[in-house]
Nanobody, 119 residues
């Protein structure tokens, strides 16, 4: 049973940074692409960023994430990361990591963690 365990969420001041981590258990991270999604109350889940594991580890970002967020993977640690910099109030949401058998098609979801941006 593949499980994704997330950490690193919480409260941050505007302009601050957070690093989200996502550890896969019951599977091997190198077998999956990895994604991050966000969800606002009453809304569907929205793509934030993704990285494929093979080749040059190509990365993809939503327009809202470009310039502030960086996605990365460490296959040896079965861990993915989302570095969130220069956070704004508009970035506040629940963020989920995913393991994807094909890029853009999540197979497994983490439980999600709230990111709050407030002074």
């Amino acid at each position: 049973q593949v499980q994704l365990v997330e950490s690193g969420g919480g409260l941050v001041q505007p302009g601050g940074s957070l690093r989200r981590s996502c550890v896969i258990s019951g599977g091997t991270f190198s077998a999956y692409d990895m994604g991050w999604y966000r969800q606002a109350p009453g809304s569907g889940r929205e793509f934030v960023a993704a990285i494929n594991w093979s080749g040059g580890s190509t990365t993809y970002y939503a327009d809202s994430a470009k310039g502030g967020f960086t996605i990365a993977k460490d296959n040896a640690k079965n861990t993915g990361y989302l570095h969130m910099n220069r956070l704004k109030h508009a970035n506040a949401d629940i963020y989920y990591c995913t393991a994807e058998s094909a890029l853009g098609s999540p197979s497994y979801w983490g439980r999600g963690t709230q990111i709050t941006v407030d002074s």
